[in-house]
């Protein structure tokens, strides 16, 4: 499903948070990675500004890993942006969750849910090898830690040697 970004929110652009925001960028069959900026974390909006900056005739995919809580997958497309947050509930706490949220008109849970889903766009992956039904499976898995989850995700879809290449040492 396509949307549109969202203006930022000032009280998001001087929080840093913990984790990682890279871009998995396709071209002519390879995958090649890049860091995005740190304000990614909190601010959804500079992540998809920073993910469309990119410009690349193949695929595009943002991989946010946010404060080791919860994970996000963007994908530019000409009419908006592709989204999934690996946890709805986190959007009771974090800005970026909340965002995506906004962006794909559902309502927050709420308060004191503790019950662990994700929301948006299964099939985010699917023509980069990973079906919508594997990635139900992987973000259900309550073992993983998002870091694990986005490198299963790389793994499946072709980029976890450049992914680690780029978040290896973080």
């Avoid at 690996?86 to 949220?101: F, N």
């Avoid at 503790?114 to 980069?128: C, K, Q």
């Avoid at 139900?136 to 793994?155: F, H, N």
């Amino acid at each position: 499903m396509a949307v549109q970004s969202v203006q930022s929110r000032d009280d998001t652009r001087d929080q840093a948070l913990p984790g990682y925001a890279v871009a998995a960028i396709r071209e002519e069959g390879r995958w090649r990675c890049a860091r995005l900026d740190a304000a990614a974390l909190v601010d959804l909006d500079a992540a998809i500004t920073e993910l469309r900056a990119q410009r690349s005739t193949g695929a595009v995919v943002g991989l946010l890993d946010v404060d080791d809580e919860f994970f996000v997958l963007l994908r530019p497309a000409p009419g908006g942006v592709s989204l999934l947050v690996s946890d709805a509930v986190a959007a009771l706490d974090y800005d970026v969750a909340a965002d995506v949220l906004d962006l794909l008109r559902i309502d927050l849970p709420a308060e004191g849910e503790d019950a662990l889903w994700p929301e948006g766009d299964l099939g985010i992956l699917a023509d980069l090898g990973l079906p919508a039904e594997e990635l139900e499976v992987l973000v259900g898995e309550l073992e993983l830690y998002p870091d694990e989850q986005l490198a299963t995700i790389a793994r499946r879809c072709g980029f976890a040697d450049a992914l680690d290449e780029v978040v290896g040492g973080r």
